[in-house]
């Protein structure tokens, strides 16, 4: 079935004309381009267009939803008709970089790195939670686990931790290939280096804190302790830049005939030397300082931490400033648990809640669908249609889960709640939550199922009132 090629001149005519884009690509439900001025866009006309479920900006793209499976199709009628080549996304991202300020680029540096390897870690979040379910004391059994009341359950809930555990066990491993990947070097450099940092002949950093003796290199004089950086991710993010900084470096001045013999053994020996000399010393101390602080907010201030992290996560995403957090997030995970993550999970379903309010309340079929499908997109952890198709366009949807997400924010970071990992957002989160913790989590999920639909409902009333 083919697209209507008038509604596809519409696109392009509502962001702007064709001489607007630099560059243009498509992911699997969204148009995705880059720019020349974003003033230049027409939201209205652009989203009163059938074939447009919605339209956002983030990271200095201009996205427009068009739906799966549609969006190829619009995609080759808009590069025929504007006569822009087909891009991929690299070449949109570096076109849309221009468009960015220095703390804006230094974001989308942090999301180009963490978002690849989101897939690992969300994958050991939702196995750690079935292993949580396993052996969690008191979910079937009073005081007691499944295994417990099932041993022969007992080595299969093993296995599971184990294959969970491995995203964890060898994190700088996968920060290495895609931190070193973004910054121009060797992925395979990157994951070596990584390995490195966490390998077996080095004390682990969990058992750093209670060792009797740090075993040390004695370098002529020098000593070093020989300790990995198991869980940490300020060490290798470093270390990755220097290691791609010193690949490039070697590559341009070493002759193309010796440089498999010179520059990965060198890039990699000097990488090294640094990272356990001073990169990791001084980074894994201020990732503790970091650490401590945070966990030390939320100690003395829950209420107050929660009320305004839970209430402004939306807000953060809106920015793109929530990639930010995603290091944070692991840091903490891996120092105990996360308590920042369960209220990014009650964030997703606030907007969900909202949206399908919204469902109810519209009377024009394409936004009541619209409104429909990302409500129940949001309620599985990808909030971005319903925030940018229904919530922000309305905006008292948008307040509306704002202040549930914030009421629930307040409600579990005084109770403590905890994820043992990131996981899948929405309603399925709870599965990446500390057992002890789920009875607080649970109300905290009625709350932003509740409050977002109520007031938004309220303030429909109010706003249809006057």
């Known amino acids: ?14 962001i702007g004309g064709k001489d607007n884009i630099s560059a243009a690509t498509h992911c699997v439900t969204r148009l995705r381009f880059a720019l020349v001025d974003e003033g230049k866009v027409n939201k209205e006309a652009l989203e009163d267009i059938s074939l447009v479920k919605g339209s956002f900006s983030t990271n200095g ?14 995609y080759k009628e808009l590069v025929q008709q504007t006569g822009v080549g087909e891009a991929s996304k690299d070449d949109v991202k570096k076109a849309s970089e221009k468009n960015l300020n220095p703390l804006q680029r ?5 999301a180009d790195i963490f978002i690849p390897i989101l897939p690992a870690i969300v994958t050991a979040g939702l196995l750690m939670g079935i292993n949580n379910i396993l052996t969690g004391p008191g979910i079937f059994f009073d005081e007691q686990s499944l295994v417990d009341v099932y041993p022969q359950w007992a080595d299969l809930a093993n ?12 994190l700088p491993g996968l920060i290495g290939w895609s931190a070193v990947n973004r910054f121009g070097g060797s992925p395979l450099l990157g994951i070596v280096l990584g390995l490195m940092l966490v390998h077996p002949d080095l004390l682990n950093a969990w058992g750093y804190g ?32 220097l290691l791609a ?25 000097i990488t090294g030397f640094a990272s356990f000399i001073v990169i990791g010393p001084v980074t894994f101390a201020i990732g503790n300082v970091l650490t401590d602080g945070v966990i030390a907010i939320f100690e003395n201030f829950a209420a107050l931490g929660g009320l305004i992290y839970g ?7 809106v920015t793109g400033m929530h990639h930010t957090f995603l290091a944070v997030d692991i840091q903490l995970a891996n120092a105990g648990g996360t308590f920042l993550w369960p209220m990014l999970a009650l964030s997703n379903i606030a907007q969900g809640s909202a949206a399908f309010a919204m469902m109810l309340i519209l009377k024009e079929e394409k936004q ?42 307040l409600f579990i970071s005084i109770n403590g709640v905890k994820a043992f990992s990131i996981g899948v957002g929405g309603l399925p989160g709870f599965l990446s939550i500390d057992s002890q913790f789920w009875p607080s989590f649970f109300i905290g999920m009625a709350i932003v199922l509740v409050v977002p639909f109520g007031l938004t409902y309220l303030l429909a009333k109010i706003k249809k009132e006057k």
């Not at 079935?1 to 509502?14: L, P, T």
């Not at 209430?311 to 995403?317: D, F, I, Q, R, W």
């Not at 909030?383 to 914030?406: D, H, Q």
Request: proline content about 5%; hydrophobic content about 50%.
């Open 311 to 317: 209430g402004l996560y939306a807000l953060l995403v």
């Open 106 to 110: 230094a974001i989308k540096t942090l």
């Open 245 to 269: 900084k010193l690949e490039t470096f070697l590559r341009k001045h070493v002759p193309d005939g010796i440089q498999l013999l010179v520059v990965p053994p060198l890039t990699l020996l």
């Open 61 to 74: 793209q201009f996205q427009v939803v068009i739906g799966q499976g549609t969006v190829d199709k619009v």
């Open 210 to 241: 209670s060792a009797e003796e740090i075993p040390t290199w004695n370098l002529f004089g020098l000593e070093v302790e020989k300790i990995g950086y198991q869980g940490q991710v300020l060490p290798i993010l470093v270390a990755s830049l």
């Open 159 to 170: 296995i599971i931790n184990l294959i969970a555990n491995t995203a964890f066990t060898f």
């Open 1 to 14: 079935m083919s697209v209507d090629q008038k509604q596809v001149s519409q696109i392009i005519d509502a």
């Open 368 to 409: 009541k669908g619209l409104a429909l499908t990302s409500s129940i997109s949001a309620w599985l952890g990808v909030t971005e249609p319903a925030m940018f198709g229904v919530n922000l366009r309305y905006r008292y949807p948008f307040i509306a889960a704002l202040i549930g997400s914030a009421i629930a924010g």
